[in-house]
């Protein structure tokens, strides 16, 4: 892998250059302080001038002692002193106006391009990356999630952070980061998988095997994922269809599972019947099913439902056609008993 570098230092000159002309604030630092010190030295001349008209002697004026020991001081500050707090009151006014104007990424973005661009200039360039683990992330977009780009540089990558930045992503359960200098970056991730498709209020999302949604929409790789529909059906997803794969021939039957109440299960299978399981001991039910169907064929009958939340008894709901057609045959039944009594 190889990254195109761009100067970051032209760029920070650029931009810093109108804001503090060196040659201005030299001069204006010395005019300071050339200022300060006239001042010093006329207020001096006023007040000796001041005990001479009086007749004063200098030890008799503590307003004397105080402006001598003032001069002291100012003549022990060091020479650049008034350079740097003009460096200083630039610094802070230019942090200021950063912080106001809503431009501190832009900013320390610009710093950390400027820092990078000389690390990579003097040896430090990411020149290679190695990535482990990836099956459905590209490495684009894996390099793109740690914050990595081609002006990051090895010297100043901060591994915690990009390890950090890559475990935010639902599709990233777990990712290392090591830098192999001077130029070599490998990054070991464990992806969640597309486990199951989860279906809440009309919208269906791919959900891995720990209810962790990994897309908020289905593209075609994931049409096959079984459905699960309902609140709470992501979280419980793995053990219900843990359990529906031990009976083949009822998964393949199956269009989807259906999470009701927080509760229990029903299975919608794809002729439409709907088969209802109890809160507790579901695998004994479809146990039951399994052995009513391969014995009677009774999923292939006319029927919309099959109830198994009672443990004494099945229940079955025919069609409303398999309905009239028993009712007929009933009265059927009826007519001819009474005509073999009469």
């Known amino acids: 892998m190889s990254f195109a570098m761009t100067s970051g230092v032209s760029l920070a000159r650029s931009l810093f250059r109108p804001l503090w002309p060196e040659a201005d ?134 591994a915690d952070v990009v390890r950090e930045r890559l475990k935010a992503s639902p599709w990233i359960a777990d990712a290392t980061v090591l830098k192999l200098y001077p130029g070599q970056l490998q990054i070991d991730i464990t992806e969640r998988l597309p486990f199951a498709l989860w279906q809440r209020n009309g919208r ?30 992501d979280r419980n997803a793995r053990d ?18 259906i999470f009701v109440g927080e509760r229990r299960w029903n299975l919608r299978l794809k002729e439409g019947v709907d088969i209802r399981l109890p809160e507790v001991g579901p695998e004994q039910a479809l146990t039951t099913l399994t052995v009513l169907d391969q014995e009677d064929k009774l999923l292939a009958r006319d029927i919309v439902a099959v109830d198994l939340r009672l443990s004494d008894r099945l229940v079955v709901q025919l069609s409303a056609a398999a309905a009239s057609a028993r009712e007929e045959q009933f009265r059927d039944r009826k007519s001819k008993k009474k005509a073999g009594d009469a």
């Open 240 to 257: 219900f269809l843990g359990l529906l794969a031990r009976y083949p021939r009822l998964q393949a039957q199956t269009r989807a599972a």
């Open 204 to 233: 269906v999302s791919v959900i891995a095997d720990d209810g962790m949604v990994l897309q908020p929409y289905v593209s075609r790789p994931f049409l096959s994922l079984p459905l699960v529909v309902g609140k709470g059906a």
């Open 25 to 158: 604030l030299r001069a204006a630092a010395r005019g300071a302080g050339i200022l300060a010190k006239a001042w010093l030295w006329r207020r001096r001349r006023e007040l000796l001038d001041r005990l001479r008209h009086h007749n004063v002697e200098p030890g008799d004026c503590p307003e004397r002692e105080l402006l001598a020991a003032l001069i002291a001081v100012v003549e022990r500050v060091p020479r650049h002193a008034g350079a740097f707090a003009a460096w200083l009151l630039v610094f802070a006014s230019v942090a200021w106006g950063v912080v106001q104007g809503g431009h501190l990424s832009d900013f320390i973005s610009g710093v950390n391009d400027t820092r990078n661009a000389f690390a990579n200039a003097v040896g430090f360039r990411i020149s290679a990356v190695v990535i482990n683990g990836r099956h459905h992330l590209s490495q684009d977009e894996i390099l793109a999630t740690g914050g990595i780009s081609g002006r990051s540089s090895l010297l100043f990558l901060d």
